[in-house]
Structures are given as C-alpha cells and as structure tokens.
C-alpha cells in the first residue's frame, strides 16, 4: 500500500493550497480517508476526515477553511485549504483506515509565511 501525498509548499497568508494524496494497493473505495498535521514540538492532529460513504468530519477550527473531499475512481483524497494562517504551517499526512488497519503517506510540507 502507498499513499503519496503532494500539493504542499510555501504560501502567503491568506493564500489557499490543494493537497492531493494518491492511494495504490487497497481498494480505495472501502477504506475512510484523513488528513492530519503535525507542527514542529506538537503532537499530530486531525484535519478532516472523508468516510468511504462520503461523510465528512473536520477538526473544528478548520471546518470553515478547509475542505476534504475523495475521487474514487482516481483513488485520490484532497484537501483544499484556503485563508491559510502562519499557525498552519505543518506536515500534513493522508491516511486510510478500515476497521483496525490503517496506513500513513509520507507527509508534504506547508509553509504558511505572514
């Protein structure tokens, strides 16, 4: 399985950016889907997350900012953030989970400058 997770880079604030993160070697169509962040001496979090049905979950100072959203038939989870902030700046991972499974992508970094 491998999830490769891209789109990040180095914004303005106030600017907006699309994570993609392409999944291979699972059946996309049945797992969740999720974006979390990790900043530098904080612990991980979660961003959002996309139900194999469709149903989103956002952490809830990101709701109004950010959006995920799931192409199956390209097995690709997105997530279009806008009026990014300097405290944004993270790596943000993309993860699939079923049940008790689940795996990690490797991470893109977000530079949000002020």
């Known amino acids: 399985v491998q999830l490769q997770a891209s789109g990040g880079g180095v914004v303005k604030a106030g600017g907006s950016l699309r994570l993609s993160c392409a999944a291979s070697?699972?059946?996309?169509?049945?797992?969740?889907m999720g974006w979390y962040r990790q900043a530098p001496g904080k612990q991980r979090e979660l961003v959002a997350h996309i139900r194999s049905g469709g149903e989103t979950i956002y952490s809830y100072s990101m709701k109004d900012r950010f959006t995920i959203s799931r192409d199956n038939p390209k097995s690709t989870v997105y997530l279009q953030m806008s009026s990014l902030k300097p405290e944004d700046t993270a790596v943000y991972y993309c993860k699939a989970n079923r049940g008790e499974t689940s795996y990690w992508g490797q991470g893109t970094q977000v530079t949000v400058s002020s």
């Open positions: 070697g699972l059946i996309f169509t049945i797992y969740d």
